[in-house]
């Protein structure tokens, strides 16, 4: 349902003539206990801390600061705090329900960097939810950074033709269901942790490439977001009970979460309840889900594989396993590892090249900090050392060549 932009001007002029905002009759009205606990709850599932949070933790939490970067420039996630003047705090559950949906705040309309093309089916009974948690928060007087668009992209007007064009009431299923749980993992997964977002390809005017829904976007960071539809997970080994113990612990017998997938577990799918968690993996493989695949067996030639082997033992084993077992509290394991077991190459070259940074998980699960290689390893060398991890336990060819590992090495990031 798509309110035209008439209406949107109308209801806001309304607001504004009546002389007396929506928030202030909330402010007056504190909304129910049982109501700021499910919106905390459905803040977490929509994941808002992430994107309205400074990156580097720095910055007062729901307080903005957190850049996000486009092919169009930088876009800053602003302050959702009660602040008046650079908050929300002006803003009546009306205005947060119109901005969520629609991307049109009372000042102007919003990129879609805010995920509303997703957000676009949420109910308004969660929108008030979210709106009466969020108007609980301490109020923080922070100024929206400047985003670091060109023209004509920084041109809000021009917004218009854009959701005109974009905004649908539903996406499209990425597998087949039609139990209660696949019903409920459809809403969780599509509108409140609105994965299609990053797992989607974007076309040249930004919006989702729906006809490769969750076919994986390599182009989301320098980690890029893998295929998460049935096939694409079931080729990488998933299994339905293995993604649930993924969201709700960020390691599964596949990896650990790193890149932008770890604050999505930090700050969203942990906090989630079961029920939700194994709906949205019942979702992502649907009802009937597809068997996971076993690791193929991979020729490739023997003196390639022992130079990366070489490096392996060198820097690797120490913490992997010399069989790729990986340790408990220290690494995961690489005979299976579903980044090994990806046919994109990316993330494991530049996971290599870059390392990770120590990752904290429920349950005191901590993954020690693994150092990047890029200035210790030749081009020659980091391309031998990938094409042994992935023939050996990934089940992948053995064809990333040393001008691969060199055009990831200077990609600017």
Excluded at 305 to 321: D, E, F, M, P, S
Aim: some cysteine; proline content about 7%.
């Amino acid at each position: 349902m798509i309110k035209s932009t008439l209406l949107a001007v109308a209801g806001l002029a309304a607001v504004l003539l009546s002389g007396c905002s929506a928030s202030d009759s909330v402010a007056s009205k504190p909304a129910p206990a049982d109501q700021i606990k499910r919106g905390q709850y459905l803040a977490q599932a929509a994941d808002c801390m992430v994107c309205h949070t400074a990156k580097d933790g720095s910055g007062a939490p729901f307080a903005g600061g957190y850049p996000i970067h486009s092919p169009f420039g930088v876009i800053y996630g602003t302050n959702i705090t009660p602040d008046k003047e650079h908050g929300i705090g002006a803003w009546s559950a009306d205005d947060f329900f119109t901005a969520v949906t629609e991307g049109i705040t009372p000042k102007h309309r919003l990129f879609p960097a805010m995920p509303y093309a997703s957000y676009k089916s949420m109910t308004r009974e969660d929108s008030d939810a979210i709106y009466a948690y969020l108007m609980t928060k301490k109020p923080v007087a922070l100024a929206n950074k400047e985003n670091g668009l060109s023209f004509p992209f920084s041109f809000r007007p021009g917004l218009f033709f854009w959701q005109s064009a974009f905004l649908k009431d539903q996406l499209p299923d990425v597998s087949s269901g039609a139990s209660a749980e696949w019903q409920r993992g459809r809403y969780v997964t599509n509108v409140l942790g609105h994965c299609a977002e990053c797992h989607t390809p974007r076309t040249m005017a930004g919006n989702l490439d729906l006809s490769q829904s969750y076919q994986g976007n390599p182009k989301l960071d320098r980690i890029g977001a893998p295929d998460i539809t049935p096939s694409g997970l079931a080729a990488r080994g998933w299994t339905t009970t293995d993604l649930a113990t993924f969201f709700a612990k960020g390691v599964a017998p596949q990896g650990s979460a790193y890149g932008e997938m770890y604050p999505v577990v930090h700050f969203s799918t942990q906090h989630m309840s079961g029920k939700d968690i194994s709906a949205i993996a019942t979702y992502l493989m649907g009802d009937t889900p597809p068997a996971p695949q076993p690791l193929k067996t991979i020729s490739a030639d023997a003196a390639l594989l022992k130079a990366g082997q070489r490096t392996y033992i060198a820097v690797c084993a120490g913490c992997h396993g010399l069989e790729g077992q990986g340790k408990p509290n220290v690494s995961v394991a690489m005979k299976g590892n579903s980044t090994l077991r990806d046919i994109n190459p990316q993330n494991l070259i530049v996971s290599t090249l870059d390392g990770i940074a120590e990752q904290k998980f429920p349950n005191n699960v901590t993954m020690q900090e693994m150092p990047g290689f890029a200035r210790t390893l030749s081009d020659l060398e980091m391309s031998q050392l990938v094409n042994f991890l992935r023939a050996t336990w990934g089940g992948q060819a053995a064809d990333v060549s040393a001008e691969q590992i060199k055009a990831f090495r200077s990609e600017k990031h």
